[in-house]
T-cell receptor, first 111, second 117 residues
């Protein structure tokens, strides 16, 4: 069973606020990912990391940024939230293989 | 490049009936294939995966999927639906990205399964 945690689970915030979505995993996985999920749509990869101090942008352009200072921690930051950022954000991690394990997600609403 | 097509955004079955969720993929390299399930307000949970060891893959909760290369399909089945199976199901294909050796997943749009009592 995968142990990957995301906080907060739900967040409602006003336009222009800075927010950080937290993701932590206790499995020691090198690789971590952030996906954006909208209703009726496929998951889109927005960021990924191969390990500490490694971050890359994914297929879907995003105004968010990420950091990877510790293996277990992969936070996502939005400097100035906008209504277009309203979505569900899913964090995942994987070992050397290709199976990804997902956290419970953060549902973000920007008013 | 790879892609996934899930036929039917919404499938309804009666409790006890066969569940069949369709997934077709395209991949320029031999694929790894996955089915994930997502319950309301939760993340994705791995149901099963195909990694070329056997074409018929058994997963959790009584689900299985068969890899058919000639049809580029990886359909998910369960002989008898249970009310607890109501959820959204995502098919995904993975390919190896060179460099750091990272696998990345491409997802279908999902199929929402409803189970009618």
């Amino acid at each position: 069973e995968a142990d990957i945690y995301q906080t907060p689970r739900y967040l409602v915030i006003g336009t222009g606020k800075k927010i950080t979505l937290e993701c932590s995993q206790t499995m020691g996985h090198d690789k971590m990912y952030w996906y954006q999920q909208d209703p009726g749509m496929e998951l889109h990869l927005i960021h990924y990391s191969y390990g500490v101090n490694s971050t890359e942008k994914g297929d879907l352009s995003s105004e968010s940024t990420v950091s990877r200072i510790r293996t277990e921690h992969f936070p996502l930051t939005l400097e100035s939230a906008r209504p277009s950022h309203t979505s569900q954000y899913l964090c995942a991690s994987s070992e050397r293989g290709n199976t990804q394990y997902f956290g419970p997600g953060t549902r973000l609403t920007v008013l | 490049a790879q892609s996934v097509t899930q036929l039917g955004s919404h499938v309804s079955v009666s409790e006890g009936a066969l569940v069949l969720l369709r997934c077709n993929y395209s991949s320029s390299v031999p694929p790894y294939l996955f089915w994930y399930v997502q319950y309301p307000n939760q993340g994705l949970q791995l149901l099963l995966k195909y990694t070329s060891a056997a074409t018929l893959v058994k997963g959790i909760n009584g689900f299985e999927a068969e890899f058919k290369k000639s049809e580029t399909s990886f359909h998910l089945t369960k002989p008898s639906a249970h009310m607890s199976d109501a959820a959204e199901y995502f098919c995904a294909v993975s390919a190896l990205y060179s460099g750091a050796g990272s696998y990345q997943l491409t997802f279908g749009k999902g199929t929402k399964l409803s189970v009618i009592p």
